[in-house]
């Protein structure tokens, strides 16, 4: 009998891994990883202008995209005021939160967004 259970118990823990994995996982990817968004902002992202990112996503910014930008986590008035063309990639609880403080950023065109993250730029 306990040959059958062992049997039962690692044909249990497969069938988990499995759908973990195999299923679970890869759904909730938008929400629990960068990737997503760093493959939209390669696409968009001009690779010359100065890019501003959250202090949250830039580690996963940098290591799926290889773009590092400036780190980015307390906003000033000043961050929004460039003449030259500047994108903003934050999550969007933050946008959320900065948009009530700084009105001037409902303005910006979007770019990209997941289900957590959003990038703008202050240029059409």
């Known amino acids: 009998k306990w040959r ?10 497969l069938l988990f891994i499995i759908s973990a ?7 909730l990817e938008e929400y629990i990883t960068i990737r997503p968004m ?10 010359i202008s100065p890019i501003y990112i959250d202090k949250f996503v830039r580690p996963g910014m940098a290591f799926y995209s290889n773009i590092y930008g400036t780190e980015w986590n307390h906003a000033k008035a000043e961050d929004f005021a460039r003449p030259d063309k500047t994108y903003y ?5 933050y946008y959320r939160r900065l948009c009530s403080q700084y009105p001037i950023l409902q303005q910006y065109s979007v770019l990209a967004e997941t ?7 202050n240029h059409p």
């Open 4 to 13: 059958a259970a062992i049997g039962a118990v690692i044909i249990t823990m």
């Open 21 to 27: 994995f195999g299923i679970v996982l890869p759904s």
């Open 38 to 47: 760093a493959q939209k902002t390669i696409d968009v992202y001009d690779g």
């Open 89 to 93: 990639l934050m999550t969007k609880s």
């Open 115 to 121: 289900s957590t993250q959003i990038l703008v730029i």
